[in-house]
């Protein structure tokens, strides 16, 4: 199991940029694809990008493709979320996901506000 604690959320103009971070403690964070997730006011939960624990392969929503990049530190137990050219429709709560190997989403963070300003 891992436990799941998001960090660096916050308020921004549109066109700023953010890093979000995921630390996970337990055990052998490497065998878990780690996803980010977002969830805007008054709507459902939705699929930002994830980054695959066998290669690192790397996915995006459209939405947010070209503009920001997720990377994991398997040594410092990190996942991030870079996120640049923030645009209005960015804003919500950012959940960090854990899936064990190639298993579902099982484990998530608390999550982290993330606005901006148009």
């Known amino acids: 199991q891992v436990q799941l604690v998001e960090s660096g959320g916050g308020l921004v103009q549109a066109g700023g940029s953010l890093r979000l971070s995921c630390q996970a403690s337990?055990?052998?964070?490497?065998?878990?694809?780690m996803g980010w997730f977002r969830q805007a006011p008054g709507k459902e939960r939705r699929f930002v990008s994830d980054?695959?624990?066998?290669?690192?392969?790397?996915s995006y929503a459209d939405s947010v493709k070209g503009r920001f990049t997720i990377s994991r530190d398997n040594a410092k137990n990190t996942v991030y979320l870079q996120m640049n050219s923030l645009k209005h429709d960015d804003t919500g709560v950012y959940y960090c996901?854990?899936?064990?190997?190639?298993?579902?989403?099982?484990?998530w963070g608390q999550g982290t506000q993330v606005t901006v300003s148009s």
């Open positions: 996901g854990g899936a064990y190997r190639d298993g579902a989403y099982g484990y």
């Open positions: 337990g055990r052998a964070f490497s065998l878990y694809t």
């Open positions: 980054i695959a624990w066998r290669d690192g392969k790397t």
